[in-house]
Each structure stands twice: as C-alpha cells, then as structure tokens.
C-alpha cells in the first residue's frame, strides 16, 4: 500500500505549503509559485468529464499559474495509467478509482496520488431497445413517454433469469474493471437482487456466480456494442448514453446520480514520485483546476452561462469530438431518457459547487469498500487499513493550499472550501438507490450491509 518514504513526502508537501503560503502574504494580486517544472503533458479519455482539464488549457489557467500544458487524448484507461507511470504523461483525468487500485496494487503497481476530484455524477446506464421492451412488459409503469425516475433493475431481473434458464448470461459492459461505471452497474443490479458476478484470483474478469457477464469497453465503443448486440446494456460516462439517444439504438434507464447522488467519478491523478519532486507545480496545476471548475459552474439566475461555450470547445476532434449538441444535452443541465424524456438535471455534471472538487477521504473508503465486495480485494482488511490508504492517495492538503492561494488572490471565497478544521469525510448518507446508510468511518458495517457480496468480521470495525 505505501512504503517508509510516505511520512517524508507529506512533510515535503506540508512544508511547501507553509512556504508558499507565506510568500503570497495578504497579497490580492495573482502570483506564481516557483514551479519546478513548467512544461506539461496531461491524459484523458475522451468524456465530457475531462472538460476542468480542457478548460484550464483553453481558458489560460494554466497559462495564469506559469504552466504550458499539452493536453493528449489517450486510448485506453490502461495506456493512460501506464503512460502517467513511465513518465509520458506528468499527469492525467483518471477514473476515481485508478489511484486506488494502482496503489493497492489491483492490477498494474504504482503509488498514485490525487489532490483534485474533477467532478461528480456524469454517467448513465442504458439498455437496448429489445431489453427496454421487455423491461415494459415486466413493469407496466415504465411503458410510457415519461416514466417515473428513479427506474431500478427490478424489471431487469425476469429478463436476466429467463436468460439464464436458456443457458445464456446477458452481455453487459463497463469502462474499466476499477471504474466508477463498474462499481454503479454492479450497485444497481445487486440492489434488485442480481449477481453482477465476483472477482476472485484466478477469475480477473469478475464473471465467477454471476447473473449476467460483464464485460470492459472503451466509451467511445459503447453505442456500437449496443448497435451490434454485443452488449445488451452499459454504463458509461457522457456524451455515450446520449448518443444512443440520438442514433435511436437505446434508453438510458438510469444516471449514477440516482444510484448514488453528487458520486465522485473521476480525478486528477500523478505519481507520488511527481507529487513529491514538483509540490510547487502542483500546487500550481491544482489552483488551475480550481478557477476551471468554477468557471464550469458559474451560473446567473440559476442558469450555467459558460456550459454552451465548455460544450464548443470539447465538442473539437482533438477533445472529445462528439457533436456539439449530443454533448450539450447533458451539459447544460439537461437529460435525454428518450426523446420523449428530456429532464432537467441540473446536477448531472458538477465541477464545483458543493464543494466537489475537494478530495474527500471517504470517498477513497468508499471505492475500497467496493473492491473488497466484488472480490478484486481477496483478504479481509481492518478498517483502519482502509482509511490508512485513502490518507495514501487523497491531498486534501495540496487542494487546501491551491485554494488559500486562490483566497489571497480574490478569486475563491472561505466558504467555497471546507474548514481547516475539517477531518476529510463527508456526512453519512442514505440517498443511494437501495436506501442503505454509508458512513466513510465505518467501512466495515457498510460492506456487510449488502445481501450480495463479500462480507468480513464485524470485529474488523475496531481494528
């Protein structure tokens, strides 16, 4: 999980902050920090959830901090992740869990680090046409323009087992075995009783006592797999649940929002070596992500006025390189269902407000929580070893200095950010599709309140 060096590397970053805060002094004016290295190269997957990135670049706040970055489309969350290891990239928009895993060493071994959550929601589950005409008939409330929200998979379910009586598993796909989309359809299916299947260490796939096979595809593939019947439902982030919308292939059914409402889903990401060797720099590129993601949110009389030009800029070939309007239908506040089920969502992507972008450690706690369910952890953990790795991946005290910085500057106020006093976990909540409480100190009651999944000893709690 971390080695002898991680107390040294926090006292760096710590001691940076101290000395940069000091430096900017009770000054308002913007200054630079002495950044150790000021040319950059940044990864991401093309999904409107890069747009903080995008934005920092295209907007000069980059520019502002003394940063020339390079923005660098990439083909895969693997090939992103090992890039950001080998040193091609300095850093990149990753999945939330990517830092996780890497560090914990689910798949590929690294020690990732994150001072920065890009933003939360921004993710659909939709099924085939075929699939939503058989969820109808399971349930006839759902057969009209506008069905009542939130849909679960409860009409999902006779349709998965008669599959499975015919000798068949539904194929169903995700963007990564460690992504957010991974952990929300298995939440979804679970929660009406499906077994999404369980990784155990010689079965990496997670297909071991499913109900259904779940399988990875890159986003921007998803609406084909659909198209072709490879796939009969997915999760994916935007513009892929709005494209099948518009092509006519499929019904998003549900948005992660409702499976967990104002969820983490992706983050900035670098390696601890990077953190530990340019705390100045990212100080820096924290304070750009900042100013970006507030400018993502910016509204007037309640309207987000700087979406429609966010939706021009990723819409570009080189960013996302969707059409300007598929992406707009869920950047600017809005939902398509179906075409007759356009809803306002005005959370569906938030950047900013509600404190987003502040990297929470329960949040880490709960990403560990689902890897252990699923089986991608295979040994029980005591609860402190998994605040232990949240406290390993998650800055709060980067993020903390970027803002002050910000504060100085006149463009964030003290109530934009938590308090210092603040211990990094958000409130407990139940709004969750399946209605059941999570509190990020307690991960070990958390995991062993689901009926599906792994599930430790409860006297893990005190450990």
């Known amino acids: 999980m971390t080695d002898d060096s991680e107390p040294s590397i926090t006292m760096k970053i710590r001691n940076t902050i101290l000395i940069t805060a000091f430096a900017v002094g009770s000054s308002l004016h913007a200054e630079q920090l002495d950044v150790e290295k000021d040319e950059l190269k940044f990864g991401f997957i093309k ?77 659909g589950i939709t099924v085939s046409n075929a699939i939503w005409e058989q969820m109808q008939e399971n349930d006839e409330s759902l057969d009209t323009p506008t069905p009542k929200h939130p849909i679960t998979a409860d009409s999902l379910k006779p349709i998965v087992e008669e599959a499975k009586e015919d000798g068949k598993k539904l194929p169903m796909g995700m963007v990564f075995p460690v992504s957010t989309h991974n952990y929300e359809i298995r939440y979804w ?49 935007e513009p892929w649940n709005q494209q099948a919308v518009a092509k006519g292939i499929g019904v998003p059914v549900t ?36 100013k970006a ?12 006025v700087n979406r429609e030009e966010a939706c021009r800029i990723l819409s570009q070939p080189n960013y996302v390189g969707a059409d300007f309007d598929v992406i707009k239908n869920s950047m600017t506040g809005y939902f398509y269902f179906q075409k007759t089920d356009k809803r306002e969502m005005p959370d569906f992507n938030v950047f900013f407000k509600y404190k987003a972008s502040y990297p929470y450690f329960s949040d880490g706690v709960w990403f560990l929580t689902q890897m252990r369910r699923w089986g ?15 406290k390993s991946v998650y800055l709060p005290e980067v993020y903390m200095a970027a803002a002050k910085h910000l504060i100085e500057e006149g463009s964030l106020s003290a109530d934009e950010i938590p308090s210092d006093d603040f211990d990094g976990y958000k409130e407990p909540t139940d709004e969750f599709i399946d209605g ?3 509190d990020g100190k307690k991960p070990i009651e958390y995991l062993n309140s689901h009926k599906i999944g792994n599930k430790d000893d409860p006297s893990l709690s005190a450990s």
């Open 376 to 390: 991608q952890i295979t040994e029980a953990k005591p609860a402190s070893w998994y605040h232990d790795t949240a």
């Open 255 to 290: 948005t992660n929002y409702d499976i967990w409402k104002n969820n983490p889903e992706k983050v900035f990401g670098v390696t601890k070596a990077w953190a530990d060797e340019n705390p100045n720099t990212l100080i820096a590129v924290t304070k750009a992500l900042i």
């Open 436 to 438: 059941i409480l999570y």
């Open 189 to 237: 299916l679970a929660a009406a009783g499906i077994n999404p299947g369980m990784y155990t260490s010689t079965d990496l796939k997670g297909f071991t006592d499913g109900d259904i096979e779940l399988s990875t595809t890159p986003p921007p593939q998803m609406p084909a797999t659909l198209e072709s019947g490879k796939n009969v439902a997915y999760c994916v982030g």
């Open 293 to 304: 993601g507030k400018w993502l949110d910016a509204q007037e009389d309640g309207k987000l």
């Open 47 to 123: 999904l409107t959830d890069c747009a903080p990135i995008v934005i920092a670049k295209e907007k000069g706040f980059f520019e502002e901090e003394g940063l020339q970055v390079e923005v660098i489309a990439q083909p895969n969350w693997k090939q992103l992740l090992d890039n950001v290891i080998t040193g091609e990239l300095d850093g990149a928009h990753m999945l939330s869990g990517q830092p996780i895993a890497a560090t914990i060493g689910f798949g590929t071994k690294a020690h990732i680090v994150t001072p920065y959550t890009l933003d939360l929601n921004g993710n």
